[in-house]
């Protein structure tokens, strides 16, 4: 029986003396952080026989020193710690096994804890040659060693601007600036993080500032777009460069203009959705604004009375606008010489004007016409339509609506004429007179080619 202890308790000496403690740990973290921040660092040890290890570390500061709990040997604990104040902390962590073999202490490990500054702005950047009341935007930048939001104060050449901020550090804050008066400006900036430090003054930028005087645009014209919407074109001012354009609009019902763009193009698309109306075009230079005196509208141009006879009466039976004026007027169907100036006519398809239905008409269709012998030439295809509105849109191209020819079956009748060249017009019956075999119309004239608005 004695020599069984004896010989256990050999075996235990043996399994003690093999048991070797673990690594000493790795130590890893931040080297610089502030007051009161969670600085966050791992820690890893490997034991020989793969037992858990178990770390005490040494922050370097006043806080207690205890052992944490056990983790597998290799893997990398996280652990967090908070330095009260500003200073300099040096931390060591030693491991310890299941079996209570401990490690040698780390090396030192130094963590520099205060508020750190601002690095120093870069030069501004921007503009070096302005003319003077033109807005230019100028690019200001630093970094901050801790990620510190940053606040910018410009010098704009004898002018400190108020700060301005907060900015993520290491981006680009924007600020437009104009000069008053010519000269040789240097501008600066610096900067400050959200505890008040400050950097100083960054290198500067020269900007040459000269006096240009300013003016209108040029060349101001529209078009359509499509059938509904215009495209608004211009040129640049005679002298200058404005840091941008606007475009206003006055719908022609309204009392007075509203900004539709503003641009540093030179055209812009507009959708007045139904509405017509003046268009003007300014040139911004800074404060100052350079309106031009020329507008741009597609307000139909109105023809207040005119009087169209049947074809088989004595009275001017065509009906056409001038396209540079906009005005109606009625012309004879008997010469080829008004080909090119009638766009419609007044018919009851047969001999005499007793009607009782008068019609208006596409101009081709005349020389068929049973009334009168109208000459062959090369009279204009119109296509005409019955609106259900006066105010509203003329229907599109090619739509059902439209004919060679429309009945006027009651008065007032509203017409709509897309001409060959296409126009969009509106013939307003408001009179059929038999006994003088004729109509009395009011007439409109959409002035932008292709756009069917015809609101007034």
């Known amino acids: 029986m004695r020599c069984v202890t004896v010989a256990a308790l050999c075996l235990l000496i043996a399994g003690c003396q093999r048991n070797r403690p673990p690594s000493v740990p790795e130590l890893n973290g931040p080297t610089a952080g502030r007051p009161g921040e969670r600085l966050v660092f791992t820690v890893a040890a490997t034991d020989p026989e ?17 052992w944490s709990g056990s983790y597998a040997s290799g893997q ?19 491991a310890r096994d299941s079996r209570l073999a401990e490690s040698g202490w780390s090396s030192d490990f130094a963590v520099v804890v205060r508020l750190l500054p601002p690095n120093l702005p870069e030069k501004p950047q921007g503009p ?12 200001f930048r630093a970094s901050h060693p801790q990620n510190d939001s940053l606040w910018y104060q410009i010098d704009w050449g004898g002018t400190v601007s108020d700060w301005h901020g907060p900015v993520p550090a290491d981006s680009w804050y924007r600020q437009s600036h104009s000069f008053d008066s010519i000269g040789l400006y240097a501008l600066a900036v610096r900067a400050r993080d959200s505890r008040g430090q400050l950097t100083g003054w960054s290198d500067t930028l020269l900007v040459t500032v000269v006096s240009v005087p300013g003016g ?17 074109f211009w040129s640049p001012p005679l002298e200058g460069e404005p840091n941008r354009y606007r475009l206003s609009f006055k719908a022609v019902d309204a009392q007075g203009f509203t900004v539709v763009a503003e641009t540093l193009a030179l055209s812009v698309e507009h959708n007045p959705n139904g509405w017509t109306g003046t268009y003007k075009i300014a040139a911004i230079f800074g404060a100052t604004v350079y309106e031009d005196t020329l507008t741009a509208s597609t307000v139909p141009i109105r023809t207040g009375a005119v009087t169209i006879g049947e074809l088989s ?77 006066e105010q509203g849109p003329l229907p599109p191209a090619g739509d059902t609506s439209y004919h060679r020819a429309v009945a006027l079956t009651a008065v007032p009748a509203s017409v709509g004429v897309l001409t060959a060249d296409g126009y969009c017009c509106l013939v307003k019956v408001t009179q059929i007179r038999l006994a003088q075999q004729d109509i009395r119309a009011q007439a409109w004239f959409q002035p932008v080619r292709g756009l069917r608005l015809i609101r007034h």
Request: aromatic share 12%; hydrophobic share 30%; charged share 20%.
């Open 50 to 66: 793969g037992d858990e290890v178990a770390y005490k570390i040494n922050w370097g500061d006043t806080s207690v020193i205890e």
């Open 216 to 232: 209108p645009p040029t060349g101001f014209g529209i078009e359509a777009a499509s059938d509904t919407t215009v495209r608004l």
């Open 76 to 94: 990398p604990v996280r652990r967090e710690h908070v330095y009260a104040d500003s200073g300099t902390y040096t931390i060591r962590v030693m």
């Open 313 to 389: 009466g004595s009275g001017r039976s065509g009906c056409g606008w001038n396209r540079a004026l906009g005005n109606a007027s009625s012309f004879p169907m008997t010469d080829t010489l008004y080909c090119d100036s009638v766009d419609c006519y007044c018919t009851d398809f047969k001999p005499g004007s007793a009607g009782p239905v008068y019609s208006l008409a596409s101009p081709d269709t005349a020389v068929f016409d049973s009334g009168r012998s109208v000459p062959q030439g090369r009279w204009r295809h119109s296509r005409l339509a019955i609106l259900t509105t």
């Open 128 to 139: 070096t040659f302005c003319t003077t009341g033109v807005n230019y935007e100028y690019r």
